[in-house]
């Protein structure tokens, strides 16, 4: 039996625990801090993910046989290097390679050596270089800080004077530090997909394909968010692509790290660009996609204790995923106002009809506030169901999101439209 230590607090780690609950292997599954839905599969902790010294004494005191870090910070700040130290087996990348998440320059530099397909891209430290870069290059444009600034870092400016206001805002602070350097990049054409990889160092265990809708509202419209709802498969992944994608993106990268003293263990989360050449890469993650997690976890029929532990251990290369037939999909609900500051407080209510129609119910941002479920933040339910197919699994998410009391949230209306359009295509009239 194994002791599990899940650290995050969101959708993607209520599907984690919702997974890990179900493995025959698993003693006692612990999170911190976690939320209302985790606390269903695990016994929740206050602990301080940043505080290394603390989070290695709990492992200690509770014998835990493995620890799966979700987000990305603690992995960037080495909670990975502190377990690893302490003799205790963790799923997540060390410090150093989580910089392909960290670091966008990182990322870039390790395309250019290994010759990765990616787009064209210049690193600057000031904005007077910065700017005459892009004015020789025009717009539309691509302007990321170069750190981690919680998915907001990014500007695709359609205009020049929209990239150079970038370059003001991220060299005069709006990003902290993680605007310190600025990459520019060339604008990629295309449709996105999120394809997942478990890593052990060596190995790579393709995981899986999504997609994810960024934007806040309807019609990919309004401003970027961490994500309003995904499905999982992508169509736009065949198995060409995918195969193309290992060989050409996945597998340099893996022997690039492990050259480099960083092999990468976790998930390696690679967001794409696909057009008619094939994919290119847009950005890593050195975690799994919120709330794409939430849909990949739907779909695993393998025991994701045995795939976790074999990819902290080394061992992927003995192992096998097998995925359902059918499609998830999941819708977020989020408090008003978000991604602006989100509206805290408001009362929920209906989950349990909402999970009568067949769907489940992931928790992101809520508490329990005397008995009553609440709101705490941005993103606070993905309401998550599997179909035949993608219009199915939208239909039974919506019924279910509409079977949910919550006159402070909202959410799209639209999610999987590509699919949906996709498979109204190919269907006979
Ligand atoms: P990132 O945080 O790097 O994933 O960027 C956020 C979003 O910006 C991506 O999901 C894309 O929609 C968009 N994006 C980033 N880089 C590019 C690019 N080079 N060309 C077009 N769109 C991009
Ligand atoms: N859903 C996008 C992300 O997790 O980065």
């Keep these: 039996m194994m002791n599990v230590l899940l650290i995050g607090s969101g959708g993607r780690e209520h599907a984690l625990a919702w997974k890990i609950a179900q493995s025959p292997l698993l003693g006692t599954l612990y999170a911190a801090p976690g939320n209302p839905g985790i606390a269903d599969h695990a016994l929740l902790s206050p602990l301080d993910p940043f505080d290394q010294d603390a989070v290695v004494a709990f492992c200690r005191d509770k014998a835990i046989d493995l620890v799966v870090v979700g987000p990305e910070a603690p992995l960037v700040a080495g909670l990975a290097d502190a377990l690893s130290a302490a003799g205790i087996p963790v799923f997540g990348p060390s410090a150093a390679a989580a910089q ?20 064209a891209y210049q690193r600057f430290n000031n904005a007077p270089k910065a700017k005459a870069y892009v004015r020789a290059q025009g717009a539309p444009i691509v302007i990321k800080a170069d750190g981690l600034a919680a998915g ?7 205009s020049l004077d929209e990239a150079l206001g970038a370059i003001d805002d991220c060299f005069e602070g709006a990003f902290g530090e993680a605007g310190a350097e600025v990459v520019v990049e060339q604008f990629l054409h295309g449709e996105e997909a999120s394809f997942f990889c478990l890593c052990d160092g060596v190995t790579a265990l393709p995981f899986g394909t999504a997609q994810d809708h960024k934007r806040v509202s309807d019609g990919d419209t309004g401003p970027n968010t961490g994500g309003m709802g995904a499905y999982s498969p992508a169509p736009v992944m065949t198995s060409a692509l ?29 967001g794409l660009m696909i057009d008619e050449t094939g994919p290119r890469l847009i950005e890593y993650n050195a975690r799994f996609g919120d709330p794409e997690c939430q849909v990949l976890m739907m779909r695993l029929k393998t025991d994701v204790l045995v795939l976790l532990k074999a990819a902290a251990e080394g061992r992927l290369a003995e192992v096998a995923a097998d995925w359902r037939n059918e499609a998830a999909l999941t819708v977020v609900m989020a408090a008003e106002g978000y991604p602006g500051t989100p509206r805290k407080g408001t009362p929920i209510a209906g989950l349990d009809a909402a999970e009568a129609t067949g769907a489940k119910v992931f928790h992101a941002g809520t508490a329990l506030n005397d008995g009553q479920l609440v709101a705490t933040g941005g993103r606070v339910l993905n309401v998550t169901a599997l179909g035949p197919d993608v219009t199915t699994a939208q239909a039974k998410a919506y019924a279910a999101v509409d079977a949910i009391q919550w006159p402070g949230g909202f959410c799209r209306r639209d999610i999987g439209w590509r699919a949906v359009e996709r498979e109204a295509a190919a269907a006979p009239d």
């Excluded at 998440?101 to 990182?106: A, D, I, L, P």
């Excluded at 907001?152 to 359609?158: D, F």
């Design 100 to 119: 392909l998440e960290g670091s966008k320059g990182f990322t870039k530099d390790l395309c250019a050596r290994e010759n990765i397909p990616t787009g």
């Design 152 to 158: 907001k870092g990014v500007t695709v400016a359609m």
């Design 242 to 270: 995918i195969e193309q994608t290992m060989t050409e993106i996945i597998e340099p990268t893996m022997r690039g790290m492990a050259a480099m003293g960083a092999p990468f263990t976790g998930v390696l989360y690679a």
